[in-house]
Nanobody
Framework: QVQLVESGGGSVQPGGSLRLSCAAP????????KGWYRQAPGKQRELVEI???????NYAESVKGRFTISRDNAKRTAYLQMNSLKPEDTAVYYC?????????WGKGTLVTVSS
């Protein structure tokens, strides 16, 4: 499967901000970029924030009020604005997309929040 292209990770201090982006390949007709999951070492991958084809969002309680997902369907791209970052947000963030019964994943981008 063709992987999604994601970027925007990096290292920031607590309270800082980052903006992640995820672009789907043009070669896959009808693909929908849903959003992000994250995984810290030794932990299971968890939902961060996703958006459905209809525009409904689903997010982790831990990021409520701090993270905002948006999308540009024409560009097949989704964005995750992350504000007020906390050390607990440190993880590899994986973009996810779907088409029919197939899942597509980005390679992951590392977000490190530390002082």
């Amino acid at each position: 499967q063709v992987q999604l292209v994601e970027s925007g990770g990096g290292s920031v201090q607590p309270g800082g901000s980052l903006r992640l982006s995820c672009a789907a390949p043009i070669s896959i007709v009808g693909i929908h970029v849903k959003g992000w999951y994250r995984q810290a070492p030794g932990k299971q991958r968890e939902l961060v924030e996703i958006i459905s084809r209809s525009g409904n969002t689903n997010y982790a309680e831990s990021v409520k009020g701090r993270f905002t997902i948006s999308r540009d369907n024409a560009k097949r791209t989704a964005y995750l604005q992350m504000n007020s970052l906390k050390p607990e947000d440190t993880a590899v963030y994986y973009c996810n997309a779907e088409r029919l019964d197939m899942d597509y994943w980005g390679k992951g981008t590392l977000v490190t929040v530390s002082s």
